[in-house]
């Protein structure tokens, strides 16, 4: 077999996805002749087939018998950006032209890398791993460069972050967090009545709700401003015979899917917003109350002194739905009250969801 | 209206973008999980602030040509399930599909399931969890020291869910681990004689490849007791094309697979078959 022949014959297993036939190619192609471009192809495999050392030892190597190897220059940048390496990685790219617009991408992500990890905060984390997110979409020109071809999202990612770039610095969650298997181990099950339309995130949320109550021995739930049966249903029944819920739910035609519920006769339905409700009648009787309502700051503040009032002698479960960047809002009011209200210092965030709650167990002071 | 719009230019890349990637071991593991997570964060750059870590939500907004069916009219009632091992990892059903699939189980009254590719065995579980009272799961994975010598070819992809130490790991201590029965072989060679013509419930997880899909799901129809019971498929999506292929292909040419429905919203399909 001709010498030309192992090499390109492993660059196109390599285009083939036949990455276990292309490795032994390419390296039978360096021993037989070691070139730059060979070691840079080589090392793409290595990067294909997850050995990410490996494949830095080729393309450093690459470089070293023809520093003008732009591509694996370049290939190497991308790398190390995407390692959160951007100091290494800006020396890589040194003395790229300026003209390529990959080169360019890559430089700018290591600078704001650089300044993520510089800055170390929640929000710079959260740029840090956008950015990381985008490293991946950086697209290649050139064969061998299958991996990074096929991670080309950058059309489509940097039309969508252009217009937020300015947008105003995330609301840092700053509530303790716990984890979501201290709650519910993976051996314990938990009964719900079946969800058919609930997403999956939201049908977790609600597994982790129903084991708060059933620990709770919540009797009586009350909850403000849920949309559909579902949930309802589910708590319900963790509630178990004799107990009560009741939803209040915006005054709104076609709420949901009553589906099922309305024959279970433990809950009851109170059509109104929380904002103008008359919560007195139902002041102190409540053994878990359940936000997930208004993502309004203020309105948030307000419900949430409701709930305290609606516990049972003042003790009891209050959790919260949203606390996530779907409700700045909620961010907002949870961590207010999570610093001020001593009655919620005991606030967690179930780590991987948008919950909150709090075992309250002081008797209720002036709110 | 821009944001869907971008959404599906975004979804078309990410399946370009996984057709094209062709090997993997530990680096597809996590790249799928990253490309999954990016899918989710598209719709989150239009609201700008920060995301916490999520599970990767799997919006399976995609349909192909199999007909398909919202959840409720999948299930004709909601019955009572019971869920452990919530936690989804790569390699997993989701949340809602593990809920559908607990759902059908029950309600069709299975005491005799069969499951091709038990992975960590979080799908097992639960079905165990939901079956008749008396069921048995009998669950088959292809050992590790195997993967190599496979009757059929296998999808690249699905070594990375090969690679582990043993499968089930899951469902060991929980009080459903003695109504599962682990088997180990490739389903292209293992014998079904004795299970054949005893389940009433049939789920299939196993090797993404087209080969495999049609061998495993001819398996399944000689498996069901009087040739009645539900199958039900993991993975219908366009990431995985050997899947897509394979079920369009049996929902056209096979009669008792006529009934074969994709369920919305995910990645499963289902057929009663009769």
């Known amino acids: ?367 | 209206m821009r944001e869907e719009r971008a959404d599906h230019h975004t979804g078309e890349l990410l399946a370009e973008a996984a057709s094209l990637l062709s090997a993997h071991t530990s680096v597809l593991n996590s790249v799928a999980l990253r490309l999954l997570a990016i899918e989710g964060r598209v719709a989150d750059l239009s609201a700008g602030a920060f995301r916490e870590q999520q599970a990767p939500r799997g919006n399976n907004r995609w349909r192909g040509s199999l007909p398909s069916e919202c959840g409720s009219k999948t299930l004709a009632s909601a019955p009572k399930i019971q869920l452990l091992a919530i936690h989804g990892v790569d390699g997993n059903t989701s949340l809602l599909e593990l809920a559908l699939l607990a759902s059908l189980a029950k309600l069709s009254g299975a005491r005799a399931l069969f499951e091709f590719g038990t992975f960590d065995g979080r799908t097992a579980v639960n079905l165990a969890a939901n079956c008749a009272p008396g069921g048995k799961i009998f669950t088959l994975d292809l050992p590790r020291a195997q993967a190599d010598a496979t009757l059929l070819p296998l999808d690249e992809r699905d070594k990375v869910y090969i690679d582990k130490p043993a499968p089930g790991l899951r469902y060991k201590g929980t009080p459903f681990e003695a109504s599962i029965m682990q088997l180990h072989g490739d389903s292209a060679a293992f014998d079904f004689s004795r299970f054949c013509g005893a389940m009433d419930f049939v789920f299939i997880d196993a090797s993404h490849k087209y080969e495999y899909v049609m061998n495993d799901s001819r398996v399944a129809l000689r498996l069901l007791r009087n040739g009645r019971g539900i199958i039900a498929w993991h993975d219908y999506t366009k990431w995985w094309d050997g899947v897509v292929r394979a079920l369009e292909e049996l929902h056209a040419t096979e009669p008792k697979l006529a009934g074969m429905r994709h369920i919305e919203g995910t990645d499963l399909a289902y057929a009663r078959v009769e």
């Open chain 1, 1 to 367: 077999m001709a010498e030309s022949n192992h090499h390109e014959l492993g660059v196109q297993a390599c285009r083939d996805g036949r990455l276990a036939d292309a490795l032994p190619l390419l390296e039978r192609s360096l021993l037989e002749r070691e070139t730059s471009e060979r070691w840079n192809d080589w090392a793409t495999v290595q990067l294909l087939s997850g050995r990410q050392g490996e494949a830095e030892v080729g393309y450093r190597r690459a470089l070293q018998m023809d520093a003008g190897n732009t591509e694996a220059a370049e290939n190497l940048g991308a790398l190390l950006a995407s390692s959160a390496r951007p100091l290494e990685a800006l020396r890589s790219l040194d003395g790229l032209s300026k003209q390529s617009q990959r080169v360019e991408q890559l430089r700018a992500l290591c600078r704001e890398t650089l300044a993520a990890q510089t800055a170390s905060d929640a929000a710079g984390n959260e740029r840090l791993q956008r950015r990381l997110a985008h490293a991946m979409t950086i697209q290649a020109g050139a064969t061998a460069n299958l991996w990074l071809r096929a991670l080309a999202l950058e059309n489509a990612l940097s039309y969508l972050a252009a217009p937020h770039e300015s947008a105003a610095a995330p609301l840092p969650p700053i509530i303790p967090t716990i984890h979501a298997d201290e709650i519910l181990p993976d051996s314990e099950a938990v009964e719900l009545m079946a969800v058919v339309s609930i997403d999956s995130a939201a049908l977790r949320e609600l597994c982790l709700l129903i084991q708060i109550c059933r620990k709770q021995k919540a009797r009586r739930i009350f909850e403000i401003g849920p949309t559909d049966w579902q949930s309802a249903r589910s708590l319900a029944h963790a509630a178990g015979d004799g107990s009560e819920l009741f939803m209040l739910t915006p005054n709104r035609p076609g709420t949901g899917s009553a589906r099922g519920a309305q024959s279970d006769h433990r809950i009851v339905q109170l059509v109104g917003d929380s904002a103008s409700f008359d919560f007195s009648s139902f002041f102190n009787s409540i053994d878990f109350v359940f936000m997930d309502a208004s993502h309004d700051h203020e309105q948030v503040l307000h419900d949430s002194r409701a709930a305290l009032r609606l516990l049972r002698g003042g003790k009891g479960m209050v959790a919260w739905r949203n606390y996530s960047s779907e409700g700045p809002g909620v961010i907002r009011a949870l961590n207010e009250l999570f610093v001020s209200d001593p009655h919620l210092a005991d606030m967690k965030h179930i780590e991987g969801t948008s919950l909150v709650y709090a075992k309250v167990s002081h008797e209720p002071g002036d709110n």
